[in-house]
């Protein structure tokens, strides 16, 4: 018997097994598979799109605090020492009202309808979770970090953003949202979580504690909190975790 591997792999192949990593460019889209969707209310859907690129949407009711959403269907990622954890989101929306519409990206424990709580589309007050969130009354993203009821935000006005511009969320334009958290190694269980918004570094969370998280999906989640209905368009997602 001869000895070593008979097939030569490809270089990335030797390394690939040391991350785990989920990319979809939405080219096709068949709930239960990778992804689980949920749309409550009449006319509520999610479905695929005829559009460059591959775009799954997202269209609430009219009924006010109902929602639309698509998360990972098991939850694969946890928040650990030494397990740097990552993800890159491209998505549209428009506006509704004037400030109106919710709007979550980004990983979380038991992503649904009321991740963003009613009304005021805040996030709500007890999970594990990153990403980017918009509420009832702002026009600019939030970054978030969350492990229990510990939370840390950072709403992007030109005051908060570390571009001193005011990042808006949604409008004509798609936008890319990259989050990475990062343990710090001997810190006894501290992690720093950088933030962009289309490659401009917009927040930093430093020296955030680790605490007891749990496991999380992946969630875009569109919530309207009047009888206007919210269309929420995802274009592309990866995300990456070592092992």
């Not at 969707?37 to 949407?57: F, H, P, Q």
């Not at 990153?130 to 992007?156: A, H």
Request: aromatic share 10%; proline share 3%; with cysteine.
């Amino acid at each position: 018997r001869m000895a070593g591997r008979l097939i030569k792999l490809p270089d990335w192949v030797k390394d690939d097994y040391q991350t785990h990593w989920v990319r979809d460019d939405f080219d096709d889209y068949l709930t239960g598979n990778l992804w689980t969707a949920t749309a409550t209310g009449a006319g509520a859907a999610v479905a695929r799109s005829d559009a460059a690129n591959g775009v799954i949407t997202l269209t609430t009711s009219t009924t006010a605090n109902n929602s639309a959403m698509i998360e990972m269907g098991s939850e694969t990622w946890l928040i650990a020492a030494n397990k740097p954890i990552m993800f890159q989101a491209i998505l549209q929306f428009t506006e509704i009202g004037t400030d109106d519409a919710g709007v979550f990206v980004g990983f979380a424990n038991a992503p649904g309808a009321v991740t963003l709580q009613d009304t005021t589309l805040e996030l709500a007050t007890s999970l594990s979770a990153f990403g980017f969130y918009k509420k009832d009354g702002t026009t600019n993203w939030i970054c978030f970090n969350s492990i229990g009821t510990t939370q840390k935000k950072t709403e992007l006005t030109a005051a908060n953003s570390l571009t001193k511009l005011a990042v808006t969320a949604g409008g004509a334009a798609y936008q890319r949202l990259t989050a990475e958290l990062v343990y710090q190694p001997g810190s006894g269980g501290v992690f720093d979580v950088s933030f962009w918004v289309d490659e401009n570094p917009v927040a930093k969370h430093k020296d955030q504690a680790i605490g007891a998280p749990t496991e999380m999906s992946f969630a875009f989640i569109g919530k309207t909190p009047t009888t206007t209905s919210l269309v929420v368009k995802p274009d592309y997602v990866f995300c990456a975790q070592t092992r």
